[in-house]
Each structure stands twice: as structure tokens, then as C-alpha cells.
């Protein structure tokens, strides 16, 4: 089990790469961003970005589901090659339909949005944005399902660079404001785009397989539901906001939000290289055993990584942007929580993939997303963004449970949940300390230093991990 643990690790190091130098330069772009845009125009981009998701969602999913669990269902090369390209025809068929839909309409949407017209040009730009990243993504599921995680890093990169000199250029040099982020944000993807469609170019051809679509589209358009409930989790919040609130708060949460995520580049590393990791197991025992340790060790993970954010998040805002970003300090904590709970349910999900029992799915997203809109609707307008917050956690905590409940009834596991709860009970606990007793930095830099020495007279650790840790404890 170890060996396939490390094969799994080694990937996702290699996929988080990419997204750790993609999150840093995210962040270090933050006092670009916090100087040339006010809170309000941050607020429009992330409510594009927003409405750029749940497109995606509705257009694309079902086959980026099927496509995953349809690669490996045979090891026919003739097949795998049947499988991409009708993955590909139909996502660039799509994605083009949604574009030319979305620059028609564009006045229309930016009214429905932002009650004026004027943003008309924001959106456009957002659905060119939201053309080539459809396209750039299927091209690099490519890498994730033959497992060349190389690859997939050098175009992770690439694309950044570009995207950064194209974001830079048109915001500080050009002044371009929100456009120019947007515009500079798929600048680097078509170029890339367009380098892989060359690289790729003995792959791919004109050839659409209508019964395999038929078939893929059975797997995967049940999981569309969950899907769009995801997003209303994820983010319904900006809408909600902007319409209850402003773009000003808006703005601020999306501050926020934009820290806490630093943590998603290790949940982003972990669910590239998990799907063909997990389905890879042949063995179903092999498999419970494996995806026991995988969840404990997720919520570990994630759950010190969110107390660090939360811990330490005054300080990171005060080193990241200017002072009317500052506020966005109480954020951090319930949302970075929230992404650790979205990592357990990423581990617990992939047994109902497992055994191909999706079509349910939607019933616990759903409850998760029904939750999240219902406190939105009644938190954001007494407490605004810290409302909104607590929407987002309450509703991936059940999110999460659901799931767990949900796998176990198909594929049950025998999860660890001593451990699971303990890792996450003192975390929380020692994020509450730090933000209720308003710590000083050190303080706050020896809680989070202290999170898995906590674990230890609590008995977290097994004597197998414990001699891994601590080698000269077990040695003769």
C-alpha cells in the first residue's frame, strides 16, 4: 500500500508543480492587482469567473467525467484513441456554441449581472476566457490519463509565463484595468493551446464516435446535476453578494477567498493524480485499504494548511495588498476550512465512480447546494461576507458527510474516523484560539507549528507511522 501511496504522491508533486508556482505567482500578484484595481472592480472580474464556472459545469463536465473512467476501461489502443477524440470534438464544438452565445449576448448578460450594459466588453472578453480554457483543459487531461505529469508541468508553466506578461503588460503598462486581466488571463492559454494542438497533432484527427458518445454521455451527464450544485456552492456567493450587498463586498470576499485558495494548489495537485491513481487499483480490498489512509491523511493535510491560512491570514493581507483589502482578514479561516472539507469529499466520491453508481450524486450536492443558497439568503444581509462564509463551510461540511454516506451504502470503507476527527476538531480549535484571542505573529506562528505535535497524546498516530516519523524511536 505504501508503494502505491508514493506512486500517487510523486504525481501529484509533479502536478503541483505547476499549481504551486501558479498559486505563488497568484498571490504575488496580489499588490498588482490591490493597486490598479479598487474592490469593486476585483468584484466584477470574480463574478465573470463565477458565472465562467457554472458554464462550464452545464457544457463540459459530462464529458470530462466519462473521459477519465472511459480511458481505462480498456487498454486497447485503438479504443483510448476513440475515446479522445470524441472527447475532443464535442468539447470544441461546445465551447465554440457557448462563445459565439456569450458575445452576441453580452450586453444582455452584463444588464442581468451588474444592472447596466456597460460591462458588455468584460463579458466578452470573459467568454473568450472561457473558450480557450475549456479547450486547454481537455488537451491536458491528455497528459493526466497517460500519466505524463511532466508534460503537464511544462505546459502548466508555459502558460503562466505568458498569462503573467500578458496580465502585467495590459494592467500596468496599458492601464486596462479589469479587461486587462481578464484579456491577460487567456492570453497564455491559447497560445499554449495552440502549441499542444501542433504537439499533439499525430493524436488527433477527424473522427467523432456517436455510440461511444452516446455511452459516455450516460456515464456523465447524470453527474452534471452534481456538478452545478457544486458550483452553487463554490460560487453562488459572488452573485448573491453583489445583488445583496455590492461589488465592493464582493471585491472583498473574492480577497479572501483568493487566500484561502492558496491551499487548493495541493487539493488541485492531489484530484489530478487521484482519479487514475484510484481507479488504477484492480484489487477492491486493496483499493478500501488504500482509500482509508488516502482520506486521513487528506484531512490532515488540508486541515493544517487551513489553520495556517486562518492563523496567520492578518498578517499575509497586510504583506499582499493595501489597506482597503485589509478587512477581508475574517474571510480566510471559514473558507480555508471549507476547502479541506471539499478535500474529503473529492476522496470519498471516487467509490461511487468506482462502481459507476453516480446517477445519485446530485442528491447530496444538491442538499449541500440547497443549504448554502438558504443561508446566503439569510446570513449575507445582517453580516455580509462573513455571512457568506459561513454559508460556504456549513454547506461542504455537509457536503462531505453526505458523500461519505452516500460511497459507503456502494462501496464501502473502512475509513479511520478517530483519527479523521481528532486531526480535525484541533485544527479548528487552534484556529479559534488564534483569531478569538487576536494572537500576536509569533503566537500565531508556534499554534501552527504545534498542530501535528497536538495529535500526539491524543494517540493519532500508529506505531507504523510513528516509526516512519520518529526512526530513532523504533531503532534497537
Known amino acids: ?63 470530462k467525467s466519462a473521459f477519465f473512467r472511459f480511458y481505462f476501461d480498456s487498454a486497447d489502443e485503438d479504443r483510448r484513441r476513440r475515446v479522445v477524440l470524441t472527447t475532443f470534438w464535442y468539447v470544441m464544438g461546445a465551447a465554440t456554441g457557448v462563445l459565439v452565445a456569450g458575445v452576441v449576448f453580452a450586453g444582455t448578460v452584463s444588464h442581468l449581472l451588474f444592472g447596466t450594459a456597460a460591462h458588455r466588453d468584460l463579458v466578452a472578453a470573459a467568454f473568450v476566457g472561457l473558450w480557450a480554457a475549456m479547450n486547454y483543459e481537455q488537451m491536458t487531461s ?15 508553466l508555459a502558460n503562466l509565463v505568458l498569462t503573467v506578461a500578458a496580465t502585467v503588460l495590459l494592467v500596468v503598462v496599458y492601464e486596462q484595468g479589469p479587461l486587462g486581466v481578464i484579456v491577460g488571463n487567456f492570453t497564455g492559454t491559447v497560445i499554449v493551446y495552440a502549441g499542444l494542438l501542433v504537439h499533439r497533432r499525430g493524436v488527433l484527427g477527424f473522427a467523432f464516435d456517436r455510440a461511444l458518445y452516446r455511452s459516455m454521455s450516460r456515464y456523465g451527464l447524470p453527474l452534471v446535476p452534481s456538478v452545478v450544485a457544486l458550483w452553487a456552492t463554490n460560487f453562488s456567493d459572488r452573485f448573491f453578494l453583489v ?36 481507479y488504477s487499483i484492480e484489487d477492491d480490498r486493496e483499493a478500501k485499504r488504500t482509500y482509508s489512509f488516502v482520506l486521513t491523511y487528506v484531512v490532515v493535510v488540508t486541515c493544517w494548511l487551513a489553520l495556517a491560512l486562518g492563523a496567520l491570514a492578518p498578517w ?10 485589509y478587512p477581508a482578514e475574517d474571510v480566510v479561516a471559514p473558507l480555508a476550512f471549507s476547502v479541506a472539507a471539499f478535500g474529503g469529499y473529492t476522496v470519498a466520491v471516487i467509490s461511487v465512480g468506482r462502481v459507476r453508481a453516480t446517477r445519485l450524486n446530485w442528491t447530496v450536492t444538491g442538499a449541500a447546494a440547497i443549504l448554502n443558497v438558504a443561508l446566503n439568503l439569510v446570513l449575507i444581509p445582517p453580516f455580509g461576507r462573513m455571512g ?37 476538531v484541533v485544527a479548528v480549535g487552534l484556529t479559534v484560539l488564534a483569531r478569538a484571542a487576536e494572537v500576536p505573529l509569533l503566537v500565531a506562528l508556534a499554534l501552527v507549528a504545534a498542530y501535528p505535535l497536538a495529535l500526539i497524546p491524543l494517540g493519532f498516530y500508529l506505531p507504523a507511522e510513528r516509526a516512519r516519523l520518529l526512526p530513532w524511536r523504533s531503532a534497537p
Open 388 to 424: 457568506a462564509a459561513f454559508a460556504t463551510v456549513a454547506a461542504y461540511t455537509l457536503m462531505f458527510a453526505g458523500m461519505v454516506w452516500r460511497a459507503q451504502t456502494v462501496f464501502p470503507v473502512p475509513y479511520q474516523w478517530r483519527r479523521v476527527v481528532t486531526a480535525i
Open 142 to 156: 491528455m497528459f493526466r490519463v497517460e500519466k505524463r505529469s511532466g508534460a503537464y508541468v511544462v505546459a502548466t
Open 316 to 325: 499575509l493581507l497586510r504583506l499582499l495588498t493595501t489597506e482597503s483589502f
Open 243 to 278: 445583488k445583496l450587498a455590492d461589488t465592493h463586498e464582493v471585491g472583498l470576499y473574492s480577497i479572501g477567498s483568493r487566500l484561502a485558495s492558496a491551499m487548493v494548489l495541493l487539493l488541485t495537485a492531489f484530484r489530478m493524480g487521484w482519479p487514475a491513481f484510484a
Open 1 to 63: 500500500m505504501f508503494e502505491r501511496l508514493k506512486e500517487l504522491l510523486r504525481h501529484s508533486a509533479l502536478y503541483g508543480l505547476g499549481n504551486l508556482v501558479a498559486r505563488l505567482v497568484s498571490v504575488a500578484l496580489l499588490p498588482l492587482y490591490t493597486r490598479y484595481l479598487t474592490p469593486a472592480d476585483y468584484g466584477l472580474i470574480e463574478t465573470l469567473v463565477a458565472l465562467a464556472a457554472v458554464l462550464t459545469a452545464l457544457v463540459a463536465q459530462a464529458m
